[in-house]
Each structure stands twice: as structure tokens, then as C-alpha cells.
């Protein structure tokens, strides 16, 4: 096993004596041996620091968790530096190419591939708790018609917990199993229906016969009545989106997912939570954003004029940069190569050269070179789905079904796990020091 901490030495060795780290206090003389262990130091260990008895002790400060470890993890890594991304120890390309996307969730919650048995019960698990229950149609129709159908997601999702009261007893792992197969099963139900409620269409119930991206997309494009034969290039790529997206460790939706799972809520919760925070712009809205940018640009001319404004600050060039990343997003080289195969079947989109004239632009651009930003999995992934006739809000609510099983694998690995705790970040209090209450006739 490997951590990006430790990728020199064999993580879970126990501290050798040289495998400490001296620190010497100047404010007062005295010197600490804080032990290292897989390439860390305790944030906690800091706290012996003390100037005298009554100070708390050392902190370390970092906003955006830009260099703290929130916990162990052997579900996916990442190294990006040169590009690399892994669920279970498996390169994202091999599974992209050979895995379906039923199979992935299998790997990142069980940690092994399945057998042929197993993946064929996990499929029809899955799909036998598709159907959603009729309170949670209501929940979706009671919303605007144009309501974002992030915002329906997340509050639907949510709302499964009402109707599984059990999903409270966190210490069952079959009974934790069994949210994650149901929230793995309706997440589509539910996404589909907040699309269906925006276009003014009946909600579908899904088919347990079919496979899950085909699911999907017939419960979002068929007419009541009509089924749709889809092109089975679409159906792969949808699955191969789908995996792309399965996880992607401690990013800021499954931080959240972990962050309030700590405080022993229902799964239902932690997961709504999750959609909550990918709905964000510079996470999970990211690849609508490419969308409008690409529209806007409008032409392959206007890219200079564009590219200036991105090195003037006055624009993000949306798609690009990635906090981990410091290389091409290897996912976003497949997404790349599916974008094409979908065009195959659907037409050329216009915007696809735009943004491939862009990617070639910036590549070569001193400001994005310096930076080390390069495309990420969103570059592409928005005009994949604009191909199937998405609109931009739903394409964060694709991302959110693809990322599922990864936050249901993340939260299912914290409730086992013993060092965890309620997560409680400290501050650096920066404000008032204590003053007396002024009554409302006495201030200006
Ligand atoms: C993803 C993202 C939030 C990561 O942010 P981060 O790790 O905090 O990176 P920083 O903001 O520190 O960026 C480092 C430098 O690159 C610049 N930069 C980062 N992403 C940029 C982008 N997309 N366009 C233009 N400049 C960018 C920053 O301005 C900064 O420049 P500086 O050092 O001269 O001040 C950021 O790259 C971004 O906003 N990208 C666009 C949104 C997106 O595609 N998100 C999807 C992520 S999968």
C-alpha cells in the first residue's frame, strides 16, 4: 500500500528513532522529538508546545486544508504531480477502458473486484431498490418547476432518511450496506425526476432490467409510454463518466460527506451534504461553467482576446487547475477521447473546437505553464453531456450520481474507523476581546 505521505517508506511502520522531527521553540530554548509516522507528524503532538503552563499549546494554521491529512485512507490515491489516480490500487484508465460503473462502486465499497457471482447479485441489489418512495415524488414535484436540480437533489436525498429510520444504527455494516445499495440505487431515480420536473415531463419510475446508465438515461429522455432506443456508444460513455467520477478522496464534497457522517447522522445526511458542497461552482459546477465559457467565447478567434483576460485576472479559464493536479488530470484525457466517440454518434458540437483550440492555446501559454494548470476532468465532460441533450444544471447532478459510491465507500470508511472523531477544526479568534452589551438608545 501506498500514501502520498509515504511514498518512500512502507506506511503503518512503526516510528524508528531517527523518524522524529526535532523542533526547537526559540521563543523559549526548548527543544521537542515529535515522532513521524508514514510521513506526517500529529497536529495534536504540537501541543505540548507551550511558551508556560497556561498557554494551549502549539496549533498549525491552514485555511483549505492546503497540507493536513483528515484521516487514512485505502480507497483511492492520487498523485498528482505526475498525473496518477487509483480506487483501490486500480489506474483509472484500466477501469475506465475494461470496468462498468456497477462494478467500480462494487470495488470502492467492498475493496475488491467482484466475481462474476457477486457482481451479478451487487447489480441486482442495486436495482431492486431503485423505486423511490412516493413522499420523496412529492418532495420533487413540490418544488418550482425551475428549481436547480442540484437543490432538489440535495434535499431529496436528505429526505430518504425519513423513510429509513434504521440507517441510524451506524453500528450494522449490513445495515450500512444497505443504505449504500439503496442510496447507490435511487440517486439516479431521483436525479432524473428533479430533470423531468424542469422539462414539465411525468417523473418515471425506473426498469429493473435495465443496466444502470441505460436506466438513467430512459428515466430521463423516454416519453410515458415511448421508449427510446439508445445508441449503446452513449450508454458506455455515460458508464465510463460515471466511473471517472467514483471518487476522488478527501475533496471538498467528500470532506464534507466525512465532516458531518462524524457527528453519527444518518448516511442520508452526510450524502446530502455531499451534493450540497458539489454544487459549488469550483467543484461539481465546474463543467457547467466550462458550458457558458465556451458559449461565450462564441468563436475560435476570440480566444486571444480570452486568454488575455484570464492572465488580466479578470477571468478564470474554468475547466483548468485543479488543487491536486499539478499535471494533466488523467481523467481528463479519457473524457477527452469519449468526447470524440460521442460525437461519432450525436454530430460535432461547435463548442468541442473552441475548446479543443483552447486547451492547445493555453497549453502552450507561459501563465498556464508557470502555473502548472492543465485541464481537468470538467473540460470535457460538459460538452459530452450537452451531446445527450442535458442541460447545464444537470450535468453537476451527473457528477453527483458518478461520485456516489466514492462518498458512500468514504463515509462507511470513517464510521469504522476508530481514530476518527467528531471533526471539530480550531480557530485563531481574531476578533474583539470581551466589552459590555450597549443598550439600543445608546448606540449610533
Ligand atoms: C480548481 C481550483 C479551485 C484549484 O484552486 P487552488 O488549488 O486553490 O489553486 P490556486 O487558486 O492557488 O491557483 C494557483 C495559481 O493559478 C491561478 N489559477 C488557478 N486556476 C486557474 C484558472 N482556472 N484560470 C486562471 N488562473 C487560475 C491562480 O490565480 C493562482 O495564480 P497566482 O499564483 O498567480 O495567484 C482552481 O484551479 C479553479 O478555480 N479552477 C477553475 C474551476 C474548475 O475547473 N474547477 C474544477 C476542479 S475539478
Not at 467492498?110 to 431492486?128: R, V
Not at 461553467?289 to 483576460?309: A, H, T, Y
Not at 461547435?350 to 470538467?378: C, G, H, Q, S
Request: with cysteine; glycine share 6%.
Amino acid at each position: 500500500m501506498t500514501t502520498k505521505a509515504t511514498k518512500r517508506a512502507p506506511a503503518k511502520k512503526a516510528a524508528a528513532a531517527s523518524e522524529t522531527l526535532t523542533v526547537t521553540d526559540n521563543r523559549t530554548g526548548k527543544t521537542y522529538e515529535l515522532p513521524i509516522v508514514d510521513g506526517t507528524i500529529k497536529a495534536t503532538d504540537l501541543r505540548t508546545i507551550k511558551v508556560d503552563d497556561d498557554d494551549f499549546g502549539m496549533m498549525t494554521y491552514d485555511p483549505a486544508f492546503m497540507n493536513t491529512a483528515s484521516c487514512r485512507s485505502a480507497i483511492t490515491f492520487i498523485d498528482g504531480d505526475v498525473g496518477i489516480l487509483r480506487y483501490r490500487g486500480y489506474p483509472i484508465d484500466q477501469l475506465a477502458e475494461k470496468s462498468s460503473f456497477l462494478e467500480v462502486s462494487y470495488l470502492l465499497n467492498y475493496g475488491e473486484l467482484p466475481n462474476k457471482t457477486q457482481l451479478s447479485e451487487w447489480t441486482q441489489w442495486i436495482n431492486a431498490h431503485a423505486f423511490v418512495d412516493e413522499s420523496i415524488r412529492s418532495v420533487v414535484e413540490g418544488f418550482r418547476h425551475d428549481a436547480h436540480p442540484m437543490a432538489v437533489l440535495q434535499a431529496a436525498i436528505g429526505g430518504l432518511s425519513t423513510i429509513y429510520p434504521e440507517s441510524k444504527e451506524l453500528g450494522d455494516p449490513d445495515n450500512r450496506m444497505q443504505q449504500i445499495v439503496r442510496l447507490m440505487a435511487k440517486t439516479p431515480t431521483i436525479g432524473a425526476w428533479a430533470f423531468r420536473r424542469n422539462i414539465g415531463r411525468a417523473l418515471l419510475n425506473p426498469n429493473p432490467e435495465r443496466s444502470y446508465a441505460s436506466n438513467l438515461l430512459h428515466m430521463m429522455f423516454d416519453e410515458s409510454g415511448i421508449e427510446y432506443n439508445f445508441d449503446p456508444r452513449i450508454e458506455r460513455a455515460l458508464d465510463i463518466l460515471l466511473i471517472l467520477h467514483a471518487d476522488h478522496e478527501q475533496n471538498c464534497s467528500t470532506s464534507a460527506v466525512r465532516s458531518v457522517g462524524s457527528s453519527e447522522t444518518d448516511v442520508y445526511q452526510a450524502a446530502s451534504a455531499g451534493v450540497a458542497a458539489l454544487y459549488g461552482p469550483l467543484h461539481g459546477g465546474a463543467n457547467e461553467s466550462v458550458l457558458k465559457m465556451l458559449r461565450r467565447i462564441g468563436s475560435k478567434d476570440n480566444i486571444p482576446d480570452f486568454v488575455q483576460g484570464v492572465k488580466e485576472r479578470r477571468e478564470l479559464l474554468m475547466g483548468f487547475g485543479h488543487r491536486v493536479y499539478k499535471n494533466y488530470d488523467p481523467r481528463a484525457k479519457i473524457v477527452h477521447k469519449t468526447a470524440h466517440e460521442v460525437f461519432e454518434v450525436t454530430g460535432v458540437n461547435p463548442l468541442l473546437e473552441i475548446a479543443v483550440e483552447l486547451e492547445k492555446i493555453a497549453l502552450e501559454d507561459e501563465f498556464f505553464v508557470a502555473r502548472k494548470l492543465y485541464p481537468n476532468v470538467d473540460f470535457y465532460s460538459g460538452l459530452i453531456y450537452e451531446a445527450l441533450k442535458l442541460p447545464a444544471e444537470m450535468f453537476t447532478v451527473m457528477f453527483a450520481i458518478g461520485r456516489m459510491p466514492g462518498w458512500l465507500a468514504q463515509w462507511n470508511e470513517l464510521v469504522g474507523d476508530s481514530e476518527q472523531k467528531i471533526s471539530r477544526p480550531r480557530q485563531i479568534y481574531v476578533g474583539y476581546d470581551e466589552r459590555n452589551y450597549v443598550p439600543m438608545s445608546k448606540r449610533k
